[in-house]
């Protein structure tokens, strides 16, 4: 694979370490990866950082050229390599696999996945004051500069995102609007950590991420880029169905009954993967109100019951018992604690197990729509031949529509498999993080017990 | 302390261990512990192994002498030693403690604990089949010779134990009497159980164990032995109040005052402990229903809910996520296990602790009426000067009175030191084989998980 650059910054190489100079605008040819490996035109290489690198503008390969910009999938027996990254995220190497060659149509995925930082939230106003919100600092990793948006520049992300790709990609809505208590810390931190969740979904998806529109909302320089990149965006008239348009026609006609077959197959597993995600969510939440409710005040009832025998002990005047009555207070005290650490844990194991089946629960419910899409465009083709006998359309619009509907099938495909490998990334993550957090959890109450129970008089 | 014995078995020392032996119907001193030390009357000392040995018959130190088989107490300065025993419990170390120069009046001891073991229960018929019952069989630790009795027989046990002592000593009442599901094994076994903590706790007794009617219950024969001495005990007339005329009037008369205040004391910890007992039981229940019920379904819901989630993924047809699916599946089946382990823990821990717990409840619920019975007595011997004056009772009646209300409040004394030494015993002991098993609990379901987060891929 060859992959062309353009240069965004000037770079001036370190002599000895192997490094590149490029100027900003130049067009060198990636070779390796991490700090990328880049040729330039006069054919002399070096390493040069890949946030300096606008990567994936043009790749030529294997007999197919694809001009989109954002707008890119391989198909075949294409392999997708993705160059070592610095990064913050070890996903990519999950994401790489398995290779194009056995799952069919995938994305090509930008060398240096995105990503963004939300931090920072502040209070500001507007007119003198009369209106209050929250505004974040984002940060991309590609500029390493911040931006701020506020919740409402999110939803009109949203609302473009969905309008263009809303057909072809599962666009999940944003966290909910809220009205009241917006300006308390907890509501602010938990909005902050959603849109945070929903942001890296966008940066890892590499249509989306691409896309002129989210680079606007993550790089634009000033009031007035921002304002006029917006314009821009909502003029934007490859939106919807349209989007299709964007794909290069050229690969290879799809089988349309082998096609009609995946699609039930995806719409299948679709369908039962939001019926189990849902059932996940449903025992979740009843599970956190146990352990935020009525189990620690059992604990701590329990505690408190310990703690009361220990001052009725105490006070039998009876010689001799400190050993007793000091070993039940401390046991007591302990099952206190525990009730506090029980009613703290969710917090810490089972929020982000829900939080990860919420998001999903979100692209699993735009799978419908993508799918009714698709299958319009499918029954619209089958009736071609008809439509060709009874000379409404011509032999060369059929031929132009199965084209045109070929491209849907291997965008859906690539999406599924898309879908796919985040999905096993995602579960395999949060289901690591959970069940080293729940052993934590049962390590720490066994070792506070076990300290309770030094306490007791050994007969 | 020097105390004499009677020898109830014939015993051959064997030659060259330091053995004595002894015959049946001689009385002998005791000198050490463990097996006794014992001198006969010829000034021979060796060791008899305790079980031969019924000590504690007659008790002669330091200036009171106790002529009463069953019923003796020490008081002032005296510190009893308990012999090392080699026997099943250790807790006659703990029972010796603290020392009767702090605490007061202490019941006499016997030298070796008893102790019995119920077991083997059959189910056995009379009347050609017509009427069925339990026989379990008992063997004390005096005598290592089983007897057999049916709850009917326990009952009787209870009904002359609380005739006799209830005036003076708690005796709890047995478990309930139940009509349906009798011959089951589960509710066999428990009562088995409770019929063992019930006899434990009377063995423990040192007025109840030593008692003609108890022994009689342990030790009987055969059937004509066993039908004579129930026609005697229940013909018995030193029962109730009457109990006292048992005690050696000869120990110094106690300031009545004095003796008021630590009633009231009595009063008020017997109160306040029940109402901790109550209390432990009452959320011991409660979270046993939890731990049984919905907090097992829960994690079995949890476990589930993994698994068919893994099922789903198994069903995408997307390769190479072997991996993710089984390690799902792996972590479903722990929480199913867990589940399973949650739901059989209460047994292994909360269960000895509300046993526990209920046995005291039923010993508190003794002491008002021993209050009460006691109260009267003071408050007669405070009319006692008003009679006199009134020329209804002699100067003589009221010394005797004095005497009498004097040899009732040891015996409260001595009681309430027995009940708390017992409580002390008790509640360190149920405590670390609560929190112990609770540690086991936690560890283990620690390691499960542990086991199931090494199934999945390190990212």
């Given at each position: 694979?060859?992959?062309q650059a353009e240069v965004l910054y000037d770079f001036?190489?370190?002599?000895?370490?192997?490094?590149l100079s490029v100027r900003r605008g130049e067009t060198v040819?990636?070779?390796?990866?991490?700090?990328?490996?880049a040729?330039n035109?006069?054919?002399?290489?070096?390493?040069v950082?890949?946030?300096y690198l606008q990567v994936?503008?043009?790749?030529?390969?294997?007999?197919?050229?694809?001009?989109?910009?954002?707008?890119?999938?391989?198909?075949?027996?294409?392999?997708?390599?993705?160059?070592?990254?610095?990064?913050?995220?070890?996903?990519?190497?999950?994401?790489?696999?398995?290779?194009?060659?056995?799952?069919?149509?995938?994305?090509?995925?930008?060398?240096?996945?995105?990503?963004?930082?939300?931090?920072?939230?502040?209070?500001?106003?507007?007119?003198?004051?009369?209106?209050?919100?929250?505004?974040?600092?984002?940060?991309?990793?590609?500029?390493?500069?911040?931006?701020?948006?506020?919740?409402?520049?999110?939803?009109?992300?949203?609302?473009?995102?969905?309008?263009?790709?809303?057909?072809?990609?599962?666009?999940?809505?944003?966290?909910?609007?809220?009205?009241?208590?917006?300006?308390?810390?907890?509501?602010?931190?938990?909005?902050?950590?959603?849109?945070?969740?929903?942001?890296?979904?966008?940066?890892?998806?590499?249509?989306?991420?691409?896309?002129?529109?989210?680079?606007?909302?993550?790089?634009?320089?000033?009031?007035?880029?921002?304002?006029?990149?917006?314009?821009?965006?909502?003029?934007?008239?490859?939106?919807?169905?349209?989007?299709?348009?964007?794909?290069?026609?050229?690969?290879?006609?799809?089988?349309?009954?082998?096609?009609?077959?995946?699609?039930?197959?995806?719409?299948?597993?679709?369908?039962?993967?939001?019926?189990?995600?849902?059932?996940?969510?449903?025992?979740?939440?009843?599970?956190?109100?146990?352990?935020?409710?009525?189990?620690?005040?059992?604990?701590?009832?329990?505690?408190?019951?310990?703690?009361?025998?220990?001052?009725?002990?105490?006070?039998?005047?009876?010689?001799?018992?400190?050993?007793?009555?000091?070993?039940?207070?401390?046991?007591?005290?302990?099952?206190?604690?525990?009730?506090?650490?029980?009613?703290?844990?969710?917090?810490?194991?089972?929020?982000?197990?829900?939080?990860?089946?919420?998001?999903?629960?979100?692209?699993?419910?735009?799978?419908?729509?993508?799918?009714?899409?698709?299958?319009?465009?499918?029954?619209?083709?089958?009736?071609?031949?008809?439509?060709?006998?009874?000379?409404?359309?011509?032999?060369?619009?059929?031929?132009?529509?199965?084209?045109?509907?070929?491209?849907?099938?291997?965008?859906?495909?690539?999406?599924?498999?898309?879908?796919?490998?985040?999905?096993?990334?995602?579960?395999?993550?949060?289901?690591?993080?959970?069940?080293?957090?729940?052993?934590?959890?049962?390590?720490?109450?066994?070792?506070?017990?076990?300290?309770?129970?030094?306490?007791?008089?050994?007969?």
């Open positions: 694979v060859v992959l001036t190489a370190e002599p000895g370490n192997n490094e040819t990636t070779v390796g990866g991490g700090w990328i490996e040729q035109s006069s054919g002399q290489t070096g390493l950082p890949e946030g994936s503008i043009t790749a030529v390969f294997s007999g197919y050229q694809w001009i989109s910009r954002s707008w890119q999938i391989t198909v075949g027996l294409y392999v997708l390599r993705f160059p070592f990254s610095k990064g913050p995220s070890p996903e990519v190497f999950l994401l790489a696999k398995p290779p194009a060659n056995k799952v069919g149509p995938v994305w090509l995925y930008p060398l240096a996945p995105l990503d963004c930082v939300i931090a920072d939230p502040k209070k500001e106003s507007k007119l003198y004051g009369l209106k209050s919100f929250i505004e974040y600092q984002i940060t991309p990793n590609t500029t390493n500069r911040p931006v701020n948006h506020r919740y409402k520049h999110f939803d009109w992300l949203y609302e473009r995102l969905l309008e263009k790709f809303g057909s072809a990609l599962p666009i999940p809505s944003l966290p909910d609007k809220q009205v009241t208590g917006r300006f308390e810390e907890d509501f602010i931190r938990m909005r902050m950590e959603q849109l945070q969740a929903w942001m890296t979904r966008m940066c890892r998806h590499p249509v989306v991420s691409q896309s002129e529109v989210f680079q606007l909302f993550l790089t634009y320089r000033d009031e007035k880029d921002w304002k006029a990149g917006k314009r821009k965006a909502e003029k934007d008239e490859t939106v919807g169905p349209m989007i299709f348009s964007l794909l290069e026609p050229e690969a290879a006609e799809l089988d349309t009954a082998e096609v009609e077959q995946k699609c039930e197959h995806y719409s299948r597993f679709t369908k039962s993967m939001d019926d189990g995600v849902r059932e996940l969510l449903n025992v979740g939440n009843t599970h956190w109100k146990r352990c935020t409710g009525p189990l620690p005040k059992e604990y701590e009832r329990i505690g408190r019951a310990f703690r009361n025998l220990s001052t009725v002990f105490i006070s039998s005047r009876y010689p001799g018992e400190e050993t007793l009555t000091d070993a039940l207070t401390a046991a007591g005290q302990t099952y206190e604690e525990i009730a506090e650490i029980v009613a703290q844990q969710p917090q810490k194991d089972l929020h982000f197990l829900l939080e990860t089946n919420n998001e999903y629960k979100g692209l699993l419910g735009c799978f419908p729509e993508i799918m009714a899409v698709h299958k319009a465009a499918v029954d619209k083709v089958k009736e071609a031949d008809r439509l060709v006998s009874a000379g409404k359309i011509t032999n060369n619009d059929r031929k132009l529509m199965n084209q045109r509907v070929s491209c849907m099938s291997y965008s859906l495909q690539a999406e599924m498999n898309h879908f796919h490998s985040n999905r096993i990334y995602d579960y395999n993550r949060v289901m690591q993080l959970y069940l080293q957090q729940q052993v934590t959890f049962y390590e720490q109450i066994a070792d506070k017990l076990r300290g309770a129970l030094s306490r007791f008089a050994t007969l």
